[in-house]
Nanobody
Protein backbone atom coordinates (compact mmCIF):
# COMPACT_ATOMS: atom_id res chain seq x y z
CA UNK A 1 0.00 0.00 0.00
CA UNK A 2 1.21 3.49 -0.88
CA UNK A 3 0.97 6.25 1.69
CA UNK A 4 1.34 9.91 0.97
CA UNK A 5 1.69 12.15 4.00
CA UNK A 6 1.56 15.92 3.71
CA UNK A 7 3.01 18.36 6.20
CA UNK A 8 3.96 22.01 6.43
CA UNK A 9 0.57 23.67 6.43
CA UNK A 10 -0.38 26.35 8.89
CA UNK A 11 -1.51 29.91 9.42
CA UNK A 12 0.39 32.66 7.64
CA UNK A 13 -0.23 36.32 6.90
CA UNK A 14 -0.86 37.52 3.38
CA UNK A 15 2.43 37.94 1.56
CA UNK A 16 4.08 35.20 3.55
CA UNK A 17 5.44 31.83 2.48
CA UNK A 18 4.96 28.17 3.30
CA UNK A 19 6.60 25.01 2.06
CA UNK A 20 4.47 21.90 1.95
CA UNK A 21 6.03 18.47 1.94
CA UNK A 22 4.64 15.15 0.72
CA UNK A 23 6.48 12.04 1.84
CA UNK A 24 5.75 8.77 0.06
CA UNK A 25 6.08 5.49 1.90
CA UNK A 26 4.91 1.92 1.73
CA UNK A 27 4.84 -0.02 -1.50
CA UNK A 28 6.94 1.44 -4.27
CA UNK A 29 4.90 2.50 -7.25
CA UNK A 30 5.89 3.33 -10.76
CA UNK A 31 5.46 7.06 -10.72
CA UNK A 32 4.19 8.90 -13.74
CA UNK A 33 3.47 12.16 -11.97
CA UNK A 34 3.08 13.79 -8.58
CA UNK A 35 0.67 16.63 -8.07
CA UNK A 36 -0.74 19.09 -5.61
CA UNK A 37 -4.42 19.96 -5.44
CA UNK A 38 -6.41 22.12 -3.05
CA UNK A 39 -9.96 22.35 -1.85
CA UNK A 40 -11.53 25.37 -0.21
CA UNK A 41 -14.78 25.08 1.78
CA UNK A 42 -17.76 24.68 -0.52
CA UNK A 43 -15.59 24.38 -3.62
CA UNK A 44 -14.37 21.61 -5.88
CA UNK A 45 -10.89 20.20 -5.48
CA UNK A 46 -8.69 22.05 -7.94
CA UNK A 47 -5.31 21.55 -9.53
CA UNK A 48 -2.37 23.52 -8.19
CA UNK A 49 0.85 22.05 -9.60
CA UNK A 50 2.32 18.82 -10.93
CA UNK A 51 5.59 17.26 -11.97
CA UNK A 52 6.03 14.51 -14.54
CA UNK A 53 8.51 12.22 -12.87
CA UNK A 54 10.60 10.99 -15.78
CA UNK A 55 11.17 14.38 -17.40
CA UNK A 56 10.92 16.68 -14.42
CA UNK A 57 8.56 18.88 -16.39
CA UNK A 58 6.35 20.99 -14.18
CA UNK A 59 2.87 22.39 -14.67
CA UNK A 60 1.00 25.04 -12.73
CA UNK A 61 -2.50 26.36 -12.49
CA UNK A 62 -2.77 30.02 -13.42
CA UNK A 63 -3.54 30.93 -9.81
CA UNK A 64 -0.11 29.81 -8.66
CA UNK A 65 2.12 30.67 -11.61
CA UNK A 66 5.06 32.77 -10.53
CA UNK A 67 4.31 32.19 -6.85
CA UNK A 68 4.32 28.39 -6.37
CA UNK A 69 7.12 25.94 -7.17
CA UNK A 70 6.90 22.16 -7.14
CA UNK A 71 10.13 20.25 -6.57
CA UNK A 72 11.33 16.88 -5.39
CA UNK A 73 14.04 15.16 -3.39
CA UNK A 74 14.50 11.67 -4.78
CA UNK A 75 16.67 10.56 -1.87
CA UNK A 76 13.94 11.47 0.59
CA UNK A 77 11.11 10.27 -1.65
CA UNK A 78 9.48 13.63 -1.04
CA UNK A 79 7.73 16.23 -3.16
CA UNK A 80 7.52 19.86 -2.10
CA UNK A 81 5.32 22.81 -2.88
CA UNK A 82 6.95 26.13 -2.13
CA UNK A 83 4.29 28.84 -1.89
CA UNK A 84 5.33 32.49 -1.85
CA UNK A 85 3.36 35.73 -1.82
CA UNK A 86 0.40 33.93 -0.34
CA UNK A 87 -3.06 35.46 -0.63
CA UNK A 88 -6.21 34.91 1.44
CA UNK A 89 -7.74 33.13 -1.58
CA UNK A 90 -5.02 30.47 -1.28
CA UNK A 91 -6.69 29.29 1.92
CA UNK A 92 -7.63 25.63 1.45
CA UNK A 93 -6.76 22.09 2.35
CA UNK A 94 -3.84 21.06 0.17
CA UNK A 95 -3.56 17.48 -1.03
CA UNK A 96 -0.66 15.59 -2.49
CA UNK A 97 -1.42 12.99 -5.17
CA UNK A 98 0.45 10.33 -7.10
CA UNK A 99 -0.31 8.91 -10.53
CA UNK A 100 0.92 5.51 -11.73
CA UNK A 101 0.40 6.14 -15.41
CA UNK A 102 -0.55 8.79 -17.93
CA UNK A 103 -4.25 8.03 -18.18
CA UNK A 104 -5.08 11.71 -18.44
CA UNK A 105 -3.89 15.24 -17.96
CA UNK A 106 -1.73 15.93 -14.90
CA UNK A 107 -4.18 18.69 -14.03
CA UNK A 108 -7.11 16.27 -13.81
CA UNK A 109 -7.72 14.73 -10.39
CA UNK A 110 -9.00 11.53 -11.99
CA UNK A 111 -5.51 10.81 -13.30
CA UNK A 112 -4.22 10.23 -9.77
CA UNK A 113 -4.35 6.93 -7.93
CA UNK A 114 -3.07 7.89 -4.50
CA UNK A 115 -3.95 10.78 -2.24
CA UNK A 116 -2.69 12.13 1.04
CA UNK A 117 -4.91 13.18 3.90
CA UNK A 118 -4.41 16.88 3.27
CA UNK A 119 -2.85 19.75 5.17
CA UNK A 120 -4.64 23.00 6.03
CA UNK A 121 -3.25 26.28 4.74
CA UNK A 122 -4.85 29.44 6.09
CA UNK A 123 -3.79 32.86 4.86
CA UNK A 124 -4.96 35.82 6.90
CA UNK A 125 -5.45 39.29 5.43
Amino acid sequence: QVQLVESGGGLVQAGGSLRLSCAASGRTFSRYAMGWFRQAPGKEREFVAAMVWSSGNTYYADAGKGRFTISRDNAKNTVYLQMNSLKPEDTAVYYCAGARSSTGSVSYKGTYNYWGQGTQVTVSS
